[in-house]
């Protein structure tokens, strides 16, 4: 059994900052490789990728976020921090997770484990 859980989230005005935080815990931790990544999710629209970030390092921005959004990782657990936030960037943010390390592709089946949610409100 793996649990992600997520913490930060918030509202902000546009131009703010947010930090977003995930840690694995539970079988994750046997995981020789992962991934873990953030996708969004705004009301009426489809999830969407944010960014991810693999054991060895590697990092994938969506190119929406790239510049302003930061990943980083340390022993199962990640950091987003976000920075100069718009209103587009609003939504539930959802850090997931998946063994075996990151595929060139960022897409939600391709992750086996999910955080329950956080919500990020920029005005």
């Known amino acids: 059994h793996v649990q992600l859980v997520e913490s930060g989230g918030g509202s902000v005005q546009a131009g703010g900052s947010l930090r977003l935080s995930c840690a694995a815990s539970?079988?994750?931790?046997?995981?020789?490789?992962?991934?873990m990544g953030w996708f969004r999710q705004a009301p009426g629209k489809e999830r969407e990728s944010v960014a991810r970030i693999g054991s060895g390092g590697t990092i994938f921005y969506a190119g929406s976020v790239k510049g302003r959004f930061t990943i980083s990782q340390n022993h199962y657990k990640n950091v987003l921090e976000m920075n100069n936030l718009r209103p587009e960037d609003a939504g539930m943010y959802f850090c997931?997770?998946?063994?075996?390390?990151?595929?060139?592709?960022?897409?939600?089946?391709?992750?086996?484990?999910w955080g329950q949610g956080t919500q990020v409100t920029v005005s």
């Open positions: 539970g079988l994750a931790l046997a995981y020789s490789s992962y991934c």
């Open positions: 997931a997770m998946r063994s075996g390390g990151c595929l060139p592709t960022m897409i939600p089946t391709e992750y086996n484990y």
